[in-house]
């Protein structure tokens, strides 16, 4: 692979989002503005409940 052949993805932060948010919700939002690689959303070690806010990246060439 030479170097011009990388793929990053650029991660977007999304804060406030409800409890019941899943990332198939934040996947179907997004992907209006483009391929969307991955949703990430946190949850509490103890909890085991979502924190709040999320991550959606897009490739980045």
């Known amino acids: 692979m030479s ?3 990388t ?4 991660s977007l ?13 934040l996947k179907n939002v ?3 503005y483009g391929h969307v690689a ?3 959303i946190p949850v509490d070690f103890y909890t085991r409940k979502p ?3 999320a991550y ?4 980045f060439h």
């Open 51 to 53: 924190r709040g806010f």
């Open 3 to 5: 170097r011009g052949d």
């Open 7 to 10: 793929t990053f993805n650029k």
């Open 56 to 59: 959606v990246q897009y490739p």
């Open 13 to 25: 932060f999304i804060k406030n989002i409800a409890d019941e948010t899943r990332t198939t919700d």
């Open 38 to 40: 991955d949703v990430y």
């Open 30 to 32: 997004f992907s209006k």
